[in-house]
């Protein structure tokens, strides 16, 4: 397994593809669904190809210019800039990625063989407050913290999870308290869990016989899309 997010363009993720194009959708101020449907299109195309960020985003620009001052399709009529754009792109890919990883994780035949799974930042002066206070942390495999805290936790976040199976050291008293619990969705943003809160492993989770029952109390809520 790939322990770091700049190295996940390195592979074909086929549960994080079937998440993208199976998880509720939207993009804020697009107005009309065909749009919608194309920017997904859009997104589920850069994880099967793992192409840079930049040409998803200027294939995202390319496909909203048309419809530049068209209230009926974007809101005001207005462009998304450049920055959001890449909002877009960074979090969603985060999105897909970790829970087709966790789809993967769980499979049957390969819980037997997991004993819990870790948050995995990348520390460098753009790591958030929760991202830097979750890295390290380990959860138990059928934990609804878990589910409630899988990254992404706030825009562009660049955090992954990492099973942790047998063969490697994981004592009871390292899984992740209650209390880091509560201090972690402390730190979370509220206006975007706020976003993403029914965004579930219902849809696109319950796939590939994902636990849905282990989930099914927290539901995100149409996805990080911005």
């Not at 509720?24 to 589920?44: K, M």
């Not at 930049?54 to 005001?76: C, I, Q």
């Not at 990625?97 to 037997?112: I, K, S, V």
């Not at 390290?136 to 199976?165: M, Q, T, Y």
Request: glycine share 8%.
């Amino acid at each position: 397994y790939l322990r770091h997010a700049d190295r996940l363009e390195t592979f074909t993720p086929t549960a994080a593809v079937k998440w993208m194009r199976e998880k509720p959708f939207w993009v804020t101020g697009v107005l009309n669904d065909r749009l919608t449907n194309e920017a997904r299109g859009i997104l589920v195309n850069a994880l099967q190809t793992g192409e840079p960020v930049a040409v998803t985003v200027e294939k995202l620009a390319a496909a909203f210019e048309p419809y530049r001052g068209n209230s009926n399709v974007l809101k005001d009529g207005e462009l998304p800039s450049p920055h959001r754009l890449e909002t877009i792109v960074r979090t969603n890919t985060t999105d897909a990625y970790n829970h087709g990883r966790l789809t993967e994780f769980l499979r049957p035949d390969m819980m037997p063989f997991l004993l819990g799974i870790q948050y995995s930042a990348i520390l460098d002066s753009r790591t958030t407050e929760v991202c830097r206070f979750l890295d390290g942390k380990i959860f138990k495999p059928e934990s609804l913290d878990l589910a409630a805290l899988l990254p992404p936790n706030h825009s562009n976040c660049r955090s992954i999870v990492v099973p942790l199976v047998v063969g490697e050291t994981v004592d009871e008293k390292d899984f992740i308290t209650p209390e880091q619990v509560g201090r972690a969705k402390s730190l979370t943003d509220p206006k975007f869990v706020s976003r993403h809160e029914e965004h579930d492993m219902r849809g696109a989770m319950g796939i590939e016989g994902f636990q849905v029952g282990l989930f099914r109390i927290v539901e995100r809520n149409g996805g990080p899309v911005l």
